[in-house]
């Protein structure tokens, strides 16, 4: 099982927005509505933001948004701060109750 | 509220093996599946596999299959993770990761256990 593509790094001013991507196959991302995204600060676990493409869990607030077309999941910062810079990681549920993650992307404020 | 307290930091030599543990508390342990995620230094989070608690059922990932054993206690609410013939590429923070409600997203991590394997 490949690790999904991410882009290593996005970058973006306080304020704007920054969407970043995903891509997998027909068999993970395409095949399954079952893709989650993960927050990571540097020496930390990291955090739940999305989970089955583009729902929240309570907490996350409403800048951050996930959506998906085909092999391609994305994720979409909003409102830019400070504190979101970190490391995102996408994940895929991958058939017979496995999982893939994304090679990650860095995200810095600018 | 749900905690995942993971065993401590552990140094091993090339060849032998590591039993990690995570204790689970604030929710009934035998209804949600427990993921193994490991991530070495500098590098992207890796799934490694998943136990169901309920009955002790294992997927491993294929990297990993004949050298990773996922097993659980029902009794103290604790999951194990051990990982045989350890190389130099195993050095990684191990991570324990409780799967959400739907099981197919992770909620809830413990805070992490580094493995340096090293002669």
């Known amino acids: 099982q490949s690790a999904l593509t991410q882009p290593p790094s996005a970058s973006g001013s306080p304020g704007q927005s920054v969407t970043f991507s995903c891509t997998g196959t027909s068999s993970d991302v395409g095949g399954y509505n079952y893709v989650s995204w993960y927050q990571q600060h540097p020496g930390k676990a990291p955090k739940l933001l999305i989970y089955?493409?583009?729902k929240r869990p309570s907490g996350v607030p409403d800048r951050f948004s996930g959506s998906k077309s085909g092999n391609t999941a994305s994720l979409t910062v909003s409102g830019l701060q400070a504190e979101d810079e970190a490391d995102y990681y996408c994940c895929s549920y991958a058939g017979s109750n496995n999982f893939v993650f994304g090679t990650g992307t860095k995200v810095t404020v600018l | 509220q749900v905690q995942l307290v993971q065993s401590g930091a552990e140094v091993k030599k090339p060849g032998a093996s590591v039993k990690v543990s995570c204790k689970a508390s604030g929710y009934t342990f035998t209804s949600y599946y427990m993921h193994w995620v490991r991530q070495a230094p500098g590098q992207g989070l890796e799934w490694m596999g998943i136990?169901?608690?309920?009955?002790?059922?294992?997927t491993y990932a294929q990297k990993f299959q004949g050298r990773v054993t996922m097993t659980r206690d029902t009794s103290t609410s604790t999951v194990y993770m051990e990982l045989s013939s350890l190389r130099s590429e195993d050095t990684a923070v191990y991570y324990c990761?409780?799967?959400?409600?739907?099981?197919?997203?992770?909620?809830?991590w413990g805070q992490g256990t580094l493995v340096t394997v090293s002669s």
């Open positions: 089955e493409v583009s």
């Open positions: 136990i169901n608690p309920s009955d002790g059922s294992t």
């Open positions: 990761a409780r799967a959400d409600y739907g099981g197919n997203s992770v909620e809830y």
